[in-house]
């Protein structure tokens, strides 16, 4: 049974931070590159930041280059979204998903997902 399983997620303020985690199990996950999207009412769901599954390789949209930081702790079967100077325009769902793959198109690494999903954790940003 796989089973990805976010949290840190609340409400804060435009300018505040939140840390996100997704612990996984029932992966290998240490093989897996592992993706966060999210999802804003009346919005299409969209990738916010990607890692390769030994870390190598990031991706982050451009929206959140620079506040957002995607990490990894492999002995801990988790993945981590730093997120810093929280603006009302990231406010959404965000879902964690595992064993997606990067391609690369003009210079950039890109991830499309994987098959396994987390239940998604609201984050809020007042303005």
């Known amino acids: 049974q796989v089973q990805l399983v976010e949290s840190g997620g609340g409400l804060v303020q435009a300018g505040g931070s939140l840390r996100l985690s997704c612990a996984a199990s029932?992966?290998?996950?240490?093989?897996?590159?592992m993706g966060w999207y999210r999802q804003a009412p009346g919005k299409q769901r969209e990738l916010v930041a990607a890692?390769?599954?030994?870390?190598?390789?990031?991706y982050y949209a451009d929206s959140v280059k620079g506040r957002f930081t995607i990490s990894r702790d492999n002995a801990k079967n988790t993945v981590y979204l730093e997120m810093n100077s929280l603006k009302p325009e990231d406010t959404a769902v965000y879902y964690c998903?595992?064993?997606?793959?990067?391609?690369?198109?003009?210079?950039?690494?890109?991830?499309?997902?994987?098959?396994?999903w987390g239940q998604g954790t609201q984050v809020t940003v007042s303005s």
């Open positions: 029932g992966i290998t996950f240490s093989a897996n590159a």
């Open positions: 890692i390769s599954s030994g870390g190598w390789v990031n």
């Open positions: 998903n595992a064993g997606g793959g990067f391609t690369s198109v003009s210079g950039r690494y890109y991830y499309t997902p994987g098959n396994y």
